[in-house]
């Protein structure tokens, strides 16, 4: 019996730590739907969520050297944030099932997932997703109007993402419109508007999400290869480390930009100097071919995210 069939025959998923809260808090009957949700994977959401808390972070540095910072209602945004990230992601990644079952199926990895397994039903996961669909609505429904229609509008991106991987190489650009969108709405839901030091932070984080999910795709390009499925990681290949120089170069450079027009403190540079020896060690440590590696290297990103967000928090007058 191979490891992904012991995997499914126990209920639980070949890509997730077996000692997860999930499995050790909820009903066997439960494991299926947050397998869904991923909830046994938070590394998604952390990254999802970390965007909107860098736009944040940059909307209080605005704030406070105005003086006009409402702390309690800054705690407020970071807290409705995460609840929404880890709702949307846990909806995002149930509809992503849905769209691609049949192709989950033909991967290793992902083949003892609920649906492709079958130990969930298509109506079931549909069910599931508006669930979570809702949770984040009742998040959203908690900002300004103009949070809530640009809160809306992702949900564009939301809905072509799945197909990216079907039409063109480059699946993680549009992972990275739809991950990067809280860099939009943490600045919205302080001021009721954009900046231009917001989107540049939007399209910081886009540049972001490319290098690390192609990390991460270079899990699956074997299988992808075999399947017809197309990204990044098969796109750049040997050329990955080169392409990530550039990604994660142009990530601090947009950073750097955004946070100068947004007159942030030197600590949050310093941020972005430690974040930038972060992505170093990630490009001199990646091999390719190490699946286990690019997972390791992928979840990293989050210790990225936190660094450069506390570095706008520590930027703050009063921190």
């Not at 995460?82 to 709702?87: D, P, Q, R, S, Y």
């Not at 109007?145 to 640009?150: G, K, N, S």
């Not at 969108?181 to 508007?193: E, I, Q, V």
Request: aromatic share 12%; glycine share 8%.
């Amino acid at each position: 019996m191979n490891q992904q069939t012991t995997h499914s025959d126990m209920g639980r998923v070949s890509d997730a730590p077996s000692n997860n809260w999930v499995y050790r808090l909820l009903p066997r009957g439960l494991w299926p739907y947050a397998q869904l949700a991923r909830w046994d994977r938070p590394i998604g959401w952390q990254l999802l969520m970390l965007p909107c808390f860098w736009s944040v972070g940059l909307a209080a540095n605005v704030a406070a050297g105005a003086g006009s910072l409402n702390v309690a209602q800054t705690l407020l945004h970071l807290f409705l944030f995460f609840v929404g990230a880890v709702a949307m992601r846990g909806a995002g990644c149930t509809y992503n099932d849905i769209v691609d079952k049949d192709i989950d199926m033909q991967v290793a990895r992902t083949r003892s997932r609920p649906l492709p397994s079958g130990r969930v039903t298509s109506r079931q996961a549909k069910i599931f997703m508006l669930a979570q669909t809702l949770v984040g609505l009742v998040v959203l429904l908690q900002f300004n109007w103009f949070a809530v229609a640009l809160g809306v509008a992702s949900l564009a991106t939301i809905a072509i993402y799945p197909f990216a991987k079907r039409f063109t190489d480059w699946p993680q650009f549009f992972l990275g419109l739809a991950f990067s969108w809280g860099g939009l709405m943490g600045w919205a839901a302080a001021f009721g508007s954009l900046s231009l030091s917001s989107v540049i932070l939007y399209v910081a984080a886009i540049a972001w999400t490319i290098g690390y999910d192609t990390i991460y795709a270079h899990q699956d390009k074997e299988d992808d290869a075999l399947v017809g499925v197309r990204s990044t990681a098969r796109l750049f290949a040997e050329n990955t480390a080169k392409w990530l120089v550039g990604l994660f170069g142009l990530t601090l450079l947009l950073l750097v930009v955004s946070f100068a027009l947004a007159g942030v403190g030197l600590v949050a540079y310093l941020g972005l100097l430690a974040a930038a020896v972060a992505f170093a060690y990630q490009i001199r440590a990646l091999d390719i071919d190490d699946g286990a590696q690019c997972l390791k290297l992928f979840k990293f990103n989050a210790v990225v995210g936190a660094i450069i967000f506390a570095g706008l928090i520590l930027a703050l007058p009063f921190a």
